[in-house]
């Protein structure tokens, strides 16, 4: 029995996808598999029973990547999954920042007992006026799954869209729409946008990315969106450009002691991808990745490992080998399989910065002394042999 650790709740439909042969268990340290959504796991010790966690998300900053990675343990997360939960609240953010909409409910919450109130409201509603979308200049930072939607779908809405990402896959780029304007640096966009939305992983390279040096670029009134994480913007040089009047909103997901119940910011609670779909279409994802990898040593969409894929695994023995990206270490398996008589029968290997994977198809099953043998290799950080 594979056992699989849930450290929050994970949607019902992808744990029914779970195969008869795999049980949940509440002991972290005795799981093969983990499914995890925002629990921090960075002060968390990984045991070597484990093999994979899969975050049903986007975003991987509550996971210790590299620390993983060098005990051979695969990080997938869910690109894509929960894309369109996202995007829709970004959109909902440039509505309410474009008009008073928050403002507007307040109001009539505060009213409600004016019998009135249908007549006060009309004089009362030019406080809540605002302006329309359509025609203004939308910026996004990283057209990855979010940000392509976001493009497409603004462009219905009449904006000009602008996109910049040094990064752009060729897939990504055939499903933007050909009205988006990709443009070669961010600065482009600071200086020509009306909406800025940044849809960038949190890494050290995009901490801060929306600082002073930026916002002093942007144009007067500009509205900065975070749908991504907090700390992607310096939110002391945000509230510091609102007091200005340099920027007319930020609007945020991520609310935090530094942004809460501060004029001019708009904030809600994490909401982007808690809606039922994204919420079961990451859950069905994440649970396939493990599973897949759990039984096939396939890698598809992790974050610290290469994509490799051999398909089922249906030879006597098939060893998967994760280990550090350096010299000879799949001439030292090669030559130690040929010292003991075993053949290979088929073969992949991919590396991905310092970290490297390689499943071999064995055309027979290999002793513990051949897999001891395998893991003293140099650079070795984790064999695992999958029999059928
Ligand atoms: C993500 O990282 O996918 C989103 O922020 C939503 C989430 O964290 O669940």
């Not at 004089?123 to 799954?145: D, V, W």
């Not at 219905?156 to 499903?175: I, Q, R, T, W």
């Not at 910011?265 to 859950?283: F, Q, W």
């Amino acid at each position: 029995m594979a056992k699989i650790n849930c450290l929050n709740p994970i949607a019902q439909v992808g744990l029914d996808n779970l195969p008869a042969n795999y049980e949940l268990t509440d002991d972290f340290a005795a799981a093969q598999g983990v499914l995890v959504r925002s629990a921090k796991m960075h002060d968390m010790e990984l045991s070597d029973n484990l093999l994979a966690i899969a975050r049903a998300g986007a975003g991987v900053n509550n996971i210790p990547l590299d620390k993983c990675a060098q005990k051979g343990i695969v990080v997938f997360n869910t690109p894509g999954a929960n894309a369109n939960g996202v995007k829709e609240l970004v959109i909902a953010g440039m509505l309410m920042a474009a008009r008073d909409i928050v403002g507007g409910i307040e109001w009539v919450q505060a009213n409600k007992d004016d019998a009135d109130i249908a007549k006060d409201m009309e004089k009362a509603k030019k406080a809540f006026a605002g302006y329309e979308l359509k025609g203004k200049k939308l910026g996004i930072i990283g057209l990855g799954a979010i940000g392509i939607l976001v493009a497409n779908t603004a462009r219905h809405f009449g904006m000009e869209v602008y996109g910049c990402d040094p990064f752009l896959s060729v897939n990504n780029a055939l499903k933007l729409s050909r009205d988006v304007k990709v443009v070669g640096s961010n600065d482009e966009i600071f200086q020509t946008c009306d909406y800025i939305t940044v849809h960038v992983p949190l890494m050290d390279s995009t901490k801060g990315l929306i600082n002073k040096a930026a916002i002093d670029q942007m144009k007067d009134g500009v509205v900065i969106l975070n749908f991504a994480r907090d700390i992607l913007c310096d939110e002391e040089a945000v509230l510091a450009g609102i007091e200005s009047g340099k920027i007319r909103k930020y609007v945020s997901d991520f609310p935090n002691a530094t942004t809460a119940g501060k004029k001019g910011v708009i904030l809600t609670p994490h909401l982007g991808a808690s809606t039922e779909e994204s919420e079961d279409n990451c859950a069905v994802m994440a649970v396939d990745e493990i599973v897949d990898f759990i039984d096939n040593g396939n890698i598809r969409n992790s974050v610290n490992y290469p994509a490799v894929n051999l398909g089922p695994a249906t030879m006597p023995a098939r060893v998967c080998v994760a280990h550090k990206n350096i010299p000879n270490v799949i001439s030292g398996f090669t030559s130690l399989a040929g010292a003991n008589g075993v053949n290979i029968e088929n073969m992949v290997s991919a590396s991905r910065g310092e970290y490297s994977y390689a499943i071999f198809d064995l055309t027979s099953k290999v002793t513990e002394d051949f897999v001891e043998k395998a893991e003293a290799l140099e650079g070795v950080l984790k064999v695992r042999v999958i029999e059928k």
